[in-house]
C-alpha cells in the first residue's frame, strides 16, 4: 500500500469508528436509564429510541451515496456528520422518551456509511481494497467493545445527556479528519454507468446485504434486554463494564486468527460460515441460560467472538463483488441493509421484550441467524485479486476462489 492509501484507511476507518462510537454508546445503558425518564416505561418505546436511527439511516444511505457520486464524497459527508452532531444534541437537551426518539431520528438522517466507503474505495487501487474495507469493518468491531466497556463508567460520571453530548464532540472530530486529514479523491473514471436494478438484485450481493441486516438486527435486539439481565441476575449496572471487557477480550483472542485464515488460507466461505453458525449457538445459549449469570456472560463471548469476524469480512466481501462502477451504489444498498436491521432490532426487540420478555428477543435472534446460515451456505465469492509484486508469493497464491 502507498503512504496515502494507508492514510485514507487509517482516517477513514477513524471517522467510521467516532460516529459508530457515539451510536453504541447508549446500547448498554439506555435501556435501564430510559426506566427513570417520562414514558421510559415503556420496553416498545425504549425499543423504538435505540433502533430509530436505523429507520432514517434506511431512507437515506442511496440518495446520500448518489449524492456524493454528483457533489463530491467529502461535501456530503460533512454535511451528514453536522446532521448527526446536531441529533446528539437534540437528545442531550430531551426530557422525555418522545424527543430522544426524535434525536435519534435526526442522529440517523446523517446517513454517511455509503459515502465514506465509496470514498475509501475511491482511494485505494483494487489490489489493495479489501485491507482497506477490512480496516474500515474491523474498526466498527472495535468501537463497539469500547463502548460496551466504556458507556457504564462514562454514564456513572456524565449521566445520559453527557454521552450524547460526546457524541455531538465526536461527529465534530469527524468532521476535522474528512477535511485536514484524509486525501481529496482522483476524478471519476469514464464508462457506463451500471443500471442500479443489477445491483440491487445481484443475487452474491444480496446473500450480503442480507447479512448484514441480520447481525445488526440480532445486535440491536439483543441489548433492549441484556442489560436488565445482568442486573435481573445481581450485576448492578455500574459493573457492566467488567462483564463487556472480560468478554470482548475473551473474544478478541481467536478473532485475529479466523480473519487470517480466511484470508491467507483461502478460507473465507468456511470461516464466514462458521462464524452465522456461532451466532445460532449464542442466540440459543442466551436463551437457555438467561436467569444464570454465568451462562449468559459465556454465550456473550461467543456472540462477540461471531460479531467481530463478520463484521470484519462482510464489507470487504461487499467490495469484491460489487461492479467496478457501481460500488458507491453496491454499498448504498449494502448500508441500507444494515440501518433495517438496526431499526427493526431496536424495534421487534423492545416490542417482544414487552410482550414475551427476554426469551422472545434471544428467539428472534435464534432463527434470523439460522435463516443467515442457509444464505451463506450458497453465497459464491470471487478471488481476490493480489498486486503483481505479491502475486509470487505463497500467501497469494493461497487466496483461492471461494464457491
Given at each position: 500500500m502507498t503512504r496515502d492509501e494507508k492514510r485514507a484507511g487509517i482516517s477513514l476507518a477513524?471517522?467510521?469508528?467516532?460516529?459508530?462510537?457515539?451510536?453504541?454508546?447508549?446500547?448498554?445503558?439506555?435501556?435501564?436509564?430510559a426506566k427513570h425518564i417520562p414514558g421510559g416505561g415503556n420496553l416498545a418505546l425504549v425499543g423504538l429510541a435505540m433502533g430509530a436511527y436505523g429507520l432514517t439511516q434506511a431512507i437515506f444511505q442511496i440518495p446520500y451515496g448518489m449524492a456524493s457520486d454528483r457533489w463530491g464524497r467529502k461535501r456530503v459527508i460533512v454535511v451528514g456528520l453536522l446532521l448527526f452532531a446536531l441529533g446528539s444534541a437534540v437528545a442531550a437537551?430531551?426530557?422525555?422518551?418522545y424527543l430522544i426518539i426524535a434525536g435519534r431520528v435526526l442522529q440517523g438522517s446523517g446517513a454517511i456509511s455509503a459515502a465514506v466507503t465509496a470514498l475509501a474505495a475511491d482511494l485505494t487501487r483494487d489490489q489493495h481494497r479489501t485491507k482497506v474495507m477490512a480496516m474500515i469493518g474491523s474498526s466498527i468491531g472495535l468501537v463497539f467493545a469500547v463502548s460496551l466497556i466504556g458507556a457504564p463508567?462514562?454514564?456513572?460520571?456524565?449521566?445520559?445527556?453527557?454521552?450524547?453530548?460526546?457524541?455531538?464532540?465526536?461527529?465534530?472530530?469527524?468532521?476535522?479528519?474528512?477535511?485536514?486529514?484524509?486525501?481529496d479523491p482522483p476524478p471519476p473514471q469514464p464508462g457506463p454507468t451500471v443500471p442500479f436494478r443489477e445491483v440491487l438484485l445481484d443475487g452474491q450481493l444480496m446473500r450480503l446485504n442480507f447479512g448484514i441486516f441480520a447481525l445488526h438486527l440480532i445486535q440491536m435486539a439483543m441489548f433492549v434486554v441484556v442489560p436488565g439481565l445482568l442486573v435481573k441476575n445481581g450485576l448492578a449496572l455500574a459493573g457492566h463494564w467488567k462483564v463487556y471487557l472480560g468478554t470482548m477480550l475473551l473474544s478478541l483472542v481467536p478473532t485475529v486468527p479466523a480473519i487470517i485464515l480466511a484470508e491467507r488460507k483461502?478460507?473465507?466461505?468456511?470461516?464466514?460460515?462458521?462464524a452465522v453458525l456461532l451466532l445460532v449457538a449464542a442466540e440459543t445459549?442466551?436463551?437457555?441460560g438467561m436467569?444464570?449469570?454465568?451462562?449468559?456472560?459465556?454465550?456473550?463471548?461467543?456472540?462477540?467472538?461471531?460479531?467481530?469476524?463478520?463484521?470484519?469480512?462482510?464489507?470487504?466481501?461487499?467490495?469484491?463483488?460489487?461492479?467496478?462502477?457501481?460500488?458507491?451504489?453496491?454499498?448504498?444498498?449494502?448500508n441500507t441493509s444494515q440501518a433495517i436491521g438496526l431499526f427493526l432490532g431496536g424495534a421487534l426487540g423492545g416490542w417482544l421484550a414487552q410482550h414475551s420478555g427476554p426469551g422472545?428477543?434471544?428467539?428472534?435472534?435464534?432463527?434470523?441467524?439460522?435463516?443467515?446460515?442457509?444464505?451463506?451456505?450458497?453465497?459464491?465469492?470471487?478471488?481476490l485479486r493480489p498486486s503483481p509484486e505479491a502475486?509470487?508469493?505463497?500467501?497469494?497464491?493461497?487466496?483461492?476462489?471461494?464457491s
Open positions: 477513524a471517522i467510521f469508528a467516532l460516529r459508530m462510537l457515539g451510536l453504541f454508546l447508549i446500547l448498554p445503558v439506555f435501556a435501564e436509564h437537551l430531551a426530557t422525555d422518551i463508567a462514562l454514564y456513572a460520571v456524565i449521566g445520559m445527556g453527557g454521552l450524547f453530548w460526546l457524541t455531538a464532540l465526536l461527529a465534530l472530530g469527524a468532521v476535522f479528519l474528512i477535511t485536514r486529514v484524509v486525501p483461502g478460507k473465507v466461505k468456511a470461516v464466514f460460515v462458521a445459549g442466551c436463551y437457555l436467569d444464570n449469570l454465568t451462562a449468559l456472560v459465556a454465550m456473550m463471548t461467543v456472540f462477540f467472538l461471531a460479531f467481530n469476524v463478520l463484521e470484519a469480512n462482510l464489507p470487504s466481501l461487499i467490495s469484491r463483488v460489487a461492479p467496478a462502477r457501481a460500488k458507491g451504489a453496491a454499498l448504498g444498498v449494502y422472545g428477543v434471544f428467539g428472534l435472534g435464534a432463527v434470523v441467524a439460522a435463516a443467515w446460515v442457509l444464505v451463506a451456505l450458497s453465497m459464491k465469492l470471487p478471488s502475486q509470487a508469493t505463497p500467501a497469494a497464491r493461497g487466496i483461492l476462489e471461494q
